[in-house]
């Protein structure tokens, strides 16, 4: 009896996913960024020590007499969300402490950021050399602030924590990208390109219909700013960060990345 391998699993359904977009030209405008992960871990980034957490103990006494020590921490949780909410990007912020690695990953110099809290998603961690050349970058409002690393037990000061908050959904051209309906999410034989025009139209006729509707190609209208740095978190079946050409030739020697063609979206 044969084994399920759920790997070869993955890597098939991944493999067929991608052959509907194999008739699109690459672009000559974009790359996405990957970020490399920790070996076994999804991200990098184990914890985030942040300085305002009080730490508590009570001591209960219990009914036959012994005693319990109960340990809490207390903050204000949500101080830090509070900060970047409604996509801002604040000049300063408070101290928000340091970040301690998976012992599998690596300090690199881009890193991702990514971790429980809401304000850290879509954010980097950058080294020194990393930070001089995202000062520059076009990523609509940005902010970077300083903080460090900590990996088994050894602490790297030179690093800065760089929050952006542009996606690139706010400039698509509905009239020229590609939309596909799907029936569910992996069932990629019910694939049918749709003539939807507008934002409205796509929520329309996937609520009418009880479809998904995707993006095979992304187009972006005469608005789009020229970013150098921007993402999509999910939207018509995109998602990940993207940088421009121009910006792909400033990041050359930086580790923790690597860049990828994409045919996905186009100006």
């Known amino acids: 009896m044969d084994t399920f391998n759920l ?18 030209p690459y672009s000559d405008d974009f790359f996405i960024l990957n970020l490399a992960n920790s070996k076994r871990h999804v991200f990098p980034v184990e914890t985030w020590q942040r300085p305002d957490i009080i730490k508590t103990e009570e001591i209960v006494i219990n009914p036959n007499g012994g005693k319990t020590t109960i340990f809490k921490s207390v903050c204000d949780w949500d101080k830090y969300d509070r900060l970047f909410e409604n996509n801002q990007v604040p000049s300063n912020i408070p101290d928000f402490g340091f970040f301690i690695l998976h012992k599998s990953s690596k300090v690199t110099d881009i890193i991702c950021s990514h971790s429980a809290s809401t304000f850290l998603s879509d954010s980097l961690l950058l080294s020194s050399k990393a930070k001089e050349v995202f000062i520059g970058c076009n990523a609509g409002q940005k902010g970077i602030y300083p903080t460090s690393l ?22 698509i051209d509905y009239n020229k990208s590609i939309f596909y309906s799907q029936d569910d999410l992996l069932d990629f034989g019910s694939r049918k390109i749709v ?10 006729y996937a609520i009418g219909n009880h479809l998904l509707i995707l993006a095979k190609q992304i187009v972006f209208n005469s608005d789009f700013p020229d970013l150098d740095l921007f993402y999509f978190n999910g939207e018509f079946g995109l998602s990940g960060i993207y940088i421009s050409k121009k910006f792909a030739a400033k ?9 990828e063609r994409t045919n996905r979206l186009s100006r």
């Open 7 to 24: 790997n070869d699993w993955v890597d098939g359904m991944i493999s067929e996913e991608g052959t509907y977009f194999t008739d699109l």
């Open 150 to 171: 900590e990996l088994k037990g050894v602490r790297h000061n030179d690093y800065y924590f760089f929050k952006y908050s542009v996606t690139a959904a706010d400039y």
């Open 195 to 204: 003539e939807l025009n507008s934002l409205k139209d796509i929520e329309d």
């Open 251 to 259: 990041l050359v020697g930086m580790t923790g990345i690597t860049l």
